[in-house]
Structure formats: C-alpha cells, structure tokens
C-alpha cells in the first residue's frame, strides 16, 4: 500500500541561526505533491527555514509507478489505483472519502511531527487525528471558502453536517492559512479557527522575458493578439461565456483557454456547435517549468468567472491573477471584490461591467486595442511581481505562523517539565 523516498531534508549545516525554525513538518496532501505546486513551495519555504520537511501525498500506481525524489524532502506515497475517479454523492463517496482518511491517518499517525499540516480541506481530517494522537499542533491551509461548492451546498443536511465536523476541528487548529483575505474574514465569523494567517497564492520569482510561444505553436503571425485563459476547466469559471461572446471579437483576436478538467469534451463540442473554432483555441496545461514562457506570449489574461456562480467565487484570489502579473500580462477580470482590490492597488487590468456575450467580446477587443494602457499595466505588472506579488515576500506570513506555533509549544513543554518539578501542574 505504501512506498517511501529515503531522503530526508537536511535544514542545513553548522549551528542553527536563532531566526530559523527548529523542529519537523509534516505536510499531508491528497493528490502526487509533484502536481500541487503550492505544496510544494510550502515544503521548500519551511526546509529552507530550517525545519525537516515530510509529506505524506496520494498517488495512483498507474501514473507514479515508482517512488520519486521530490528535491530534498523525504515523501511517503500512499498508493491508490482508483484516485483519480471521480464520484458524486452516493453511498460509495462517502465509503471511499472515509476509506482516504484512514489510510491518510494511519501513514501520518506513524510519521512523527512536530506540526501536522493539512494542506487543503480533505487532508484536514487525516491530520487532525495524527495531531490529536500525537498531541501535536494542527495546521489547516485552505485554497477556497470550505464547503461552499454548490454541487455540496444542495445537499443540506450533509452541508450542515459538514459544517459542525469542520467547525470542531478548526476549533482544534493552531493555525489556519487563507489564500484570499475575504477568506479569512468569513472563516472568523462562521469558524472558531484560531490564528487566521494569509498566505496568497503567488508563484515565486522569475523573469518572464519576452516570448512567442503561443503564437508559433498555433500558427498564428505576429499581428493576431491572444486573450488568455489559464486553469481548471471547471464549472464556475465562466469559460461558455468565453466561447459564446468569440462571434463578437473583432478580426484577428484569438481566445487560447489552456487547461484541463470535467469541462473539456464540453467546450470542445461548444466551440464546434458554435462554428468558432478559429477564434478560441483548447490547449493542455504545459510543465511548471514552462508555464510562465507560455503565459507571457499573450497579450491578456481572462479571469472571467460569474460572482454570482457561489459565495466561494465571489471572494476567491485565484492564483492565476498572480502568475498573469508576474509574466507582465494585464488582467481583465470580472469585479470579484479581492482581484478588483488587487488590480485597481496595482494598475494591472481592467473590470468587466458585463458578462454578456456582445459586451464580452468587445471588452476584450477594446483591450487589447489600447496598446498605449497595455504597455503601462505591463511595466505596471512586472514591477509589483518583482518587489511585492512573489513568493519570496509572501512565504514570510507562513514563517512567521510556525514561528508562533512552535515557540508555543516551547513555552507549553516548558511549563509542563517545571510543573513536573516543582509538583505544581503545568
């Protein structure tokens, strides 16, 4: 059932400097850790800091055969032949999430740690009966507003269950990580989490250049300017209304929507029903190490997700907003409040003020035909990416939590061992 990396990370030769953290991690995704990049730049950010970094993912044998090296960090698989199916509520949904949690809670229970951390809503009940156990600091890190995905909210009862479940265990959390500041807001009034720390999702650092990639893998010349999608194809992202609103852009504008998921032989059939198959273009998502080339050669990046979809889209901060402003692409977005807040601090983009097919398609034209506001949210978008929206300066909030957790539990152990001594309970 299990396999393991034997390497270990090595928080660093010589003394430990006093700044850094001291002590081990262990992070709990469920999905391969080599596909969740922020999982990744999580575990590189507290190794870095000084702490031994495990991690405990999911993996399904076909596409992970063999054991991996994932940098420095020691890995424990947990292997699933059938983790990629997807279920919708039945009896067997929940026989197979309860089936994932004891697995996830057996490996972690046996995986010592000094912090558990969960790095999304389903490891979060694996990680909460290591760290009961263990009697251990929890860590519940959240990419979205919990449980607030309509296809879960219709089902009343079980919503409501799930809420009393998540309320008690964030009860329990010495910390919880939020991905967009309206997050964290709604979590203090709903959860009784404590220590509600934000960490956005930006990429770290780099240097986007200049790049074609877009244009010559699709055959395009050099005057037909590319409107970018790039994510989930998943409900809720508005990517029909891409689609529909194609018939009113104006000449020589090309949608590419880049990505993978449910939605995919959907738009396929609805660009061909639609007859527009020269102007929007469906590409797989390229390598993380490529990413950024490709997401540079376009001229602008779509956030075009309906606000009214679910309360979860209207106050998300997608990480796509960050990896648009970090390759100097300018934004235009729907007026979801924290990417409005985001592109209006930084002169980056532009706010929708219609999702109708007409008013879409000549939003993006209008855009794209401003080549002189282009230029300025680019050197706009470059700069914020180069001193503000990058990892390196975000990672600090995360840091700084461990920091208070583990000198908490300093402070804890130390009151228990004098009380020990004295006879005085701690």
């Not at 922020?38 to 575990?43: E, L, Q, T, V, Y």
């Not at 939605?263 to 059939?269: P, T």
């Not at 490709?294 to 990896?323: C, M």
């Amino acid at each position: 059932m299990e396999s393991m990396v034997t390497q270990r990370v090595r928080p660093g030769a010589g003394k430990q400097n006093p700044d850094q953290l001291a002590g081990r991690a262990c992070l709990h995704v469920r999905m391969p850790i080599a596909t969740d990049v922020r999982a990744m730049r999580n575990a590189s950010a507290l190794q870095a800091a000084g702490m031994d970094v495990f991690v405990v993912d999911m993996v399904d044998r076909r596409s992970h055969p063999h054991d991996e090296r994932l940098g420095s960090a020691k890995v424990k698989h947990i292997v699933i032949p059938f983790l990629y199916r997807r279920a919708r509520f039945k009896p067997w949904f929940l026989a197979r999430f309860a089936w994932f949690v004891l697995l996830g809670a057996i490996q972690l229970a046996n995986t010592p740690a000094d912090v558990y951390h969960a790095c999304d809503l389903k490891a979060l009940p694996a990680c909460y009966i290591a760290a009961r156990l263990h009697r251990k600091p929890l860590v519940f890190e959240t990419y979205e507003l919990p449980l607030e995905d309509p296809e879960f909210t219709r089902l009343r009862w079980l919503h409501a269950l799930a809420n009393r479940v998540l309320t008690s265990m964030m009860s329990a959390c010495a910390g919880v990580i939020a991905t967009s500041p309206l997050h964290t807001e709604a979590m203090k009034s709903r959860y009784r989490g404590k220590n509600l720390v934000l960490v956005r999702n930006v990429p770290a650092y780099e240097t986007p250049g200049s790049s074609d990639q877009l244009r010559h893998h699709l055959g395009l010349d050099e005057s037909t300017r590319i409107a970018l999608y790039q994510g989930n194809l998943q409900a809720g992202r508005g990517l029909d209304l891409l689609v529909w609103a194609a018939r009113f852009l104006p000449p020589r504008i090309v949608v590419v929507i880049k990505g993978e998921g449910e939605l995919q032989a959907e738009l396929n059939d609805l660009i061909s029903k639609e007859g527009v198959g020269d102007r929007v273009r469906l590409l797989p998502m390229v390598p993380l190490a490529e990413r950024l080339r490709w997401t540079a050669s376009a001229d602008v990046g779509l956030i075009i997700h309906p606000p009214g979809y679910s309360r979860n889209v209207q106050t998300l901060l997608p990480n796509k907003l960050f990896e648009y402003v970090m390759a100097g692409v300018p934004v235009l977005a729907t007026p979801l409040e924290a990417v409005a807040n985001i592109i209006k601090r930084y002169d980056v983009g532009r706010l929708l003020t219609s999702l109708e097919p007409e008013a879409l398609g000549q939003a993006i034209g209008q855009m794209l035909n401003d080549r002189d506001g282009l230029q300025r949210m680019r050197a706009n978008a470059l700069a914020a990416a180069e001193h503000v929206l990058r990892w390196e300066v975000e990672q600090e909030n995360l840091i700084r939590l461990y920091k208070d957790i583990l000198n908490v539990q300093r402070q804890d152990l130390t009151a228990m061992r004098e009380g020990a001594h004295t006879g005085i309970p701690g």
